[in-house]
């Protein structure tokens, strides 16, 4: 079985601020993992994945993410926020499972960004 | 643009009525997934279908609920007797492959409201 857990469901920044969104997984298999972003009244888009390659993971709009096996974690970060990045942030795990991708979400943290 | 494409974006019935969500993958495609989101919950997965086979459909009520992916023409999620509880946001998700390390592609959702 295979789990996510996003802490903090809402979290408020300054425009100009560090954005750390936290995710914490929990997986029997080495697994492979995603974060997403939703804009109002759209799908989820990807910004960046761990395959198991490098453990610090660039993505699009300035995003980054650090795979730490030791703390069963992949925080997502954004050295200077922007008033762009207010969305609802999503990460998930997947993992093979009986022959098959089974993808797990958590359940999601809204970033407000305050001018 | 090949992107996941779900229609209609809205749709609005009655208590009763039968519900049809269409989702046509990205091109080249052959993994299906649909997701329910309710406000504050995330993403729940229902189903995952290849064409012409439901792979897991652990995640979508027994009742009332069906979903396919036929050799040709899109993926089908199909609600019957529509109850007030099924209002949400459906999404569809495709992938290349299912090996675990492949992202899936979000459509923008339809947006079911029962009267």
């Known amino acids: 079985a295979q789990s996510v857990t996003q802490l903090g469901s809402h979290v408020s920044v300054s425009e100009g601020a560090l954005v750390l969104l936290r995710c914490n997984y929990s997986s029997s298999v080495p697994p492979y993992l995603f974060w997403y972003v939703q804009y109002p009244n759209q799908g989820l888009q990807l910004l960046l994945k761990y395959t198991s390659a490098a453990t610090l993971v660039k993505g699009i709009n300035g995003f980054e993410a650090e795979f730490k096996k030791s703390e069963t974690s992949f925080h997502l970060t954004k050295p200077s926020a922007h008033m762009s990045d207010a969305a609802e942030y999503f990460c998930?795990?997947?993992?093979?499972?009986?022959?098959?991708?089974?993808?797990?979400f958590g359940t999601g943290t809204k970033l407000q960004v305050i001018p | 643009n090949a992107g996941v494409m779900q229609n209609p974006r809205h749709l609005v019935r009655r208590r009763g009525q039968e519900a049809r969500l269409r989702c046509s993958p990205m091109?080249?495609?052959?993994?299906v997934y649909w997701y329910r989101q309710l406000p504050e919950e995330g993403l729940k997965f229902m189903v995952y279908?290849?064409?012409?086979?439901?792979?897991?459909e652990s995640g979508m009520p027994k009742e009332r609920f069906s979903a396919e992916f036929p050799k040709e023409g899109p993926s089908i999620l199909r609600i019957q007797q529509v109850v007030r509880g099924d209002s949400a946001a459906y999404f569809c998700a495709s992938s290349t492959e299912g090996r675990g390390n492949q992202p899936q592609h979000f459509g923008d959702g339809t947006r079911l409201s029962i009267l």
């Open positions: 279908l290849q064409k012409e086979n439901i792979i897991d």
């Open positions: 091109k080249g495609h052959s993994h």
């Open positions: 998930a795990v997947s993992s093979l499972s009986g022959g098959y991708q089974k993808v797990t």
